[in-house]
């Protein structure tokens, strides 16, 4: 049997998960010295409420190989072939920590590694694309070929409400310099080629809201599209990002969903995006 795994830099929406059999093996949050197992002892209401009263800013790490190993063996058989897809290389080690587990596992189960070279939902629509595909009878070579050609198609474009959590977790050396110490602005970016980049900056949220809105446009125009709003403790802004995508896209299917703790840490509360995937 194909079995699907992911990891918790993929949001997917509790319904997905069970519906289309998505496996996710959980990221480690540390606050100083307490380290967490994400979705084992701290789930989203957790995190906000440790964000408000620890004063240790938080830090993810990836799974570990061991970790990898023993997910597998203790959630799958040897008869299983399993399609390992995971967010960006190019941004975490979670990938090469999967590679690292199939090749110690090799001959005893059947690991497929995929980079994803995306992230947040982007990687839920594959997972989806993945199990339709096994349900219509494609083999697992036809499978991960198309998601070869899908996943430079699908866009993570996402507004920062502050540039604090970004300067602090690292991740705003992938933004201009110069941005370090505006920290009231709006900036925009988008996972592109595995990375992120820092794309434009604006004054309010109303502006980069439709800002994302006018980048997600240039990409697919009138175009059927499979739509993907997330949000970090901040669902008035997500809903507003979420109506502006149902007046301007061609949406196929749209999900609401939180952002994964491993975003939202490296990106700050008060993050949304807007994820685009093409609909076949």
């Known amino acids: 049997m194909l079995r699907i795994v992911t990891d918790g830099a993929a949001d997917v ?20 010295e307490k380290t967490f197992i994400q979705f084992v002892d701290m789930d989203f209401d957790s995190f906000y409420k440790e964000v408000g009263t620890n004063k240790t800013f938080p830090k993810t790490s990836q799974p570990s190989p061991h970790q990898f190993v023993e ?13 390992s897809i995971h967010v960006t290389s190019k941004l975490s080690g979670t990938y090469a920590s999967c590679v690292s587990a199939a090749e110690e596992l090799k001959g005893e189960y059947n690991i497929v590694p995929f980079d ?10 594959m997972c989806r694309t993945v199990r339709e595909m096994a349900n219509a009878g494609k083999s697992v070579d036809e499978i991960v070929k198309h998601l070869e050609e899908l996943r430079s198609q699908a866009h993570v474009i ?5 540039l604090e959590y970004a300067r602090r977790s690292g991740r705003v050396g992938m933004f201009s310099a110069a941005l370090a110490s505006m920290l009231n602005v ?20 109303k502006s980069a809201v ?42 196929r299917d749209l999900e609401f969903t939180d952002l994964t ?16 995937y093409p609909a076949e």
């Open 116 to 125: 994803s070279q995306c992230g947040s939902m982007g990687i839920t629509f």
């Open 186 to 205: 709006k900036p925009i970016a988008r996972l592109q080629d595995g990375l992120v980049q820092m794309v434009d900056k604006v004054r309010t949220r």
């Open 13 to 32: 929406p509790a319904a997905w998960q069970k519906e289309y059999d998505i496996s996710i093996i959980p990221i480690n949050i540390h606050f100083g």
């Open 210 to 251: 439709l800002r994302v809105i006018e980048m997600g446009k240039v990409e697919f125009g009138d175009k059927p599209v499979h739509v993907g709003i997330v949000h970090a403790n901040d669902e008035q802004a997500g809903k507003m990002l979420m109506e502006e995508a149902r007046k301007n896209f061609n949406v």
């Open 71 to 83: 997910f597998y063996k203790n959630n799958f058989s040897k008869d299983d072939t399993i399609l």
């Open 158 to 162: 996402i507004t920062l409400d502050t």
């Open 261 to 276: 703790i491993s975003l939202a840490i490296n990106f700050g509360p008060g993050t949304v995006g807007l994820i685009l």
